[in-house]
């Protein structure tokens, strides 16, 4: 049996409950069976869908690649859901309610880094046939700098994923009133389900069907919300502009400590946010992998840039939803719960009409699937492109290689459940998945760039490298008040700097792409 609405988490020992229950309760504030029935269905549903595509995984390309049959648009749409997941859906509203609008600088970096890759990535892996980002670094340099960088794409994807399997508890804690780690269960079971049927297929067109529920969702719970504040768009917009909260440019500029520690700023979210995209988009297997997937260059290149006027239009969308949501918190009276990530999630299920709630959880829920799978799908990837098939010494069909990635995918979900278990309490998602992210991508984005921008530099050089990029940002993230937007551009820098300089001791004869 189900059991009963929660009472309101948000409330707090200082509020008053008269005022609290009038605005966040109503007295018949039960679990609404109706919006259960709509998540349970949609769980099961798209748990189903992605299932169906089984018939088609013949090949480690069909499981890897869906076969490259996948047409541009779907691709996009792909690229979006794994680039965003529940970490902006519950995340990017928390940053605006605390702050202002200045998160969409660091998108606009998204964009730049999009003509970085498209010039300098994409010609090299459409160059012959790929599976993995990794196999690339081979080409250039050697099999031990395809297996460094491939490992610390696994370390870096496990551990980031699990900040956002973490994230998705959150959201069914509330509506189900489950522990961090049943609700993780639950939702790592369903996605590990008909990602180990389905392969990349299913990741695919899942992601596009979730991708368009989220949004919708999103785009609903906002004119919900604007509803509920007497005066509208024009009471928000004055309150929020007079507080600062509609601020998106900060043009700041000065030779400080404290020009650094800021997230966002313009500088930090044009420069950061390039080097931190290039990284993820064009190093990552996460989305390199999705980059593969296309028919050809041109059709890569098509849903590399079309997904980023997406991501543009989703982040203001919840970035939106955040102001509404502190005007309302403000002209309500309304206590502040510590963890921010949790405002928008309870406002659906504690606010919303039946029905309308339904929809937004289950469209938090399907970010969360979405990314999920195609992190389950990538890490099995490489770890049988990159790892086992290399090094394998017996021959092995193609049904029998195809068993082992579906048992690796298999082992990666439990590893993902357990990380997500021990990354409870962290004080936000979003930006704790960045932070985790952006230590690993200043090495790897290094010596991608010195694998296609350099000639003279060798392997070792290179992993000499990677080490010292890795180095600096672990000090800047642990002994310094740096913001994590500097940290892929400092690591890349330091990266590419030493390995030139280890090659001129180094005497290497490398290969080239």
């Keep these: 049996m189900f059991p ?35 998540i349970v269905l949609y769980l099961a549903g798209i748990t189903w869908f992605g299932a169906r595509f089984r018939h088609s995984q013949k090949t480690l390309k069909d499981y890897f690649l869906g076969g490259r049959t996948a047409p541009w648009w779907a691709i996009a749409f792909s690229i979006v859901s794994a680039e965003t997941s529940t970490l902006t859906v519950i ?23 999009r003509v970085v890759i498209s010039i300098l990535l994409l010609p090299h892996y459409f160059r012959g046939e790929m599976y993995t980002a990794y ?20 370390v870096l994807r496990a551990m980031a994923e699990g900040v956002r399997v973490f994230a998705i508890s959150i959201v069914v804690g509330i509506v189900l009133d489950t522990s961090a780690e049943l609700s993780i269960f639950i939702i790592v079971c369903l996605t590990l389900f008909y990602t180990f049927e389905g392969g990349m297929t299913a990741v695919i067109w899942t992601d596009v069907v979730q991708m368009i529920l989220y949004i919708a969702g999103a785009a609903v719970s906002l004119f919900v919300i604007l509803g509920k504040i ?15 909260k509609l601020a998106i440019f900060d043009f700041r500029f000065e030779p400080t400590l404290d020009f650094f520690t800021r997230s966002y700023s313009f500088w930090a979210g044009l420069l950061g946010g390039c080097f931190l995209t290039t990284a993820s988009h064009g190093t990552e297997q996460l989305m390199v992998q999705r980059l593969l997937s296309a028919k050809s260059e041109t059709e ?44 928008y999630p309870m406002f659906i299920w504690t606010q919303l009409p039946v029905g309308v709630a339904g929809l937004s959880i289950a469209a938090i829920l399907a970010a969360a699937m979405s990314n999920l799978s195609a992190a389950l799908n990538s890490l099995a990837s490489t770890t049988v492109m990159d790892f086992m098939r ?19 995918t298999l082992a990666w979900g439990a590893i993902l459940f357990a990380i997500a278990v021990v990354a409870q309490g962290v004080k936000s998602v979003l930006e704790a998945g960045l932070g985790i992210a952006s230590i690993i991508y200043g090495a790897l984005l290094g010596v991608f760039l010195l694998g296609v921008l350099t000639k003279r530099v060798g392997e ?40 030139l300089v280890a090659s001129l001791f180094l005497k290497e004869s490398p290969s080239h792409v």
């Excluded at 196999?135 to 696994?154: D, V, Y």
């Excluded at 007497?230 to 600062?244: I, K, L, N």
């Design 390 to 408: 290399p090094l394998s010494r017996s021959v092995r069909t193609d049904a029998e290689w195809l068993a082992i990635a579906r048992r690796a």
């Design 135 to 154: 196999e690339l670094m081979q080409r250039r340099f050697g099999p031990r700098i395809r297996r460094l960088t491939a490992g610390s794409f696994l």
């Design 91 to 113: 995340g990017t509203p928390g940053i605006s309610f605390a702050g202002n609008l200045g998160f969409l600088q660091v998108v606009f970096g998204y964009l730049l880094a």
């Design 4 to 38: 009963p609405r929660l009472l309101n988490p948000l409330q707090n020992r200082s509020a008053k409950p008269s005022q609290a229950s009038r605005v966040l309760q109503s007295p018949i504030r039960l679990m609404r069976y109706a919006d259960l029935t709509l």
């Design 300 to 343: 890569s290149r098509a849903a590399l840039f079309a997904s980023w006027a997406v991501i543009f239009s989703q982040f203001t969308l919840f970035l939106v939803v955040g102001v509404i949501l502190w005007v309302y918190y403000r002209d309500n009276s309304l206590a502040i719960p510590a963890q921010r990530d949790r405002i």
């Design 230 to 244: 007497p005066g509208g768009w024009e009471h928000v917009w004055q309150s929020a502009g007079a507080a600062g």
């Design 460 to 499: 070792r050089a290179a992993m000499c490298g990677m080490v010292a990029g890795l180095a600096i940002v672990l000090y800047l993230k642990f002994a310094t008040p740096v913001a994590f937007t500097w940290y892929v551009l400092t690591g890349s820098s330091v990266t590419f700097a030493t390995a």
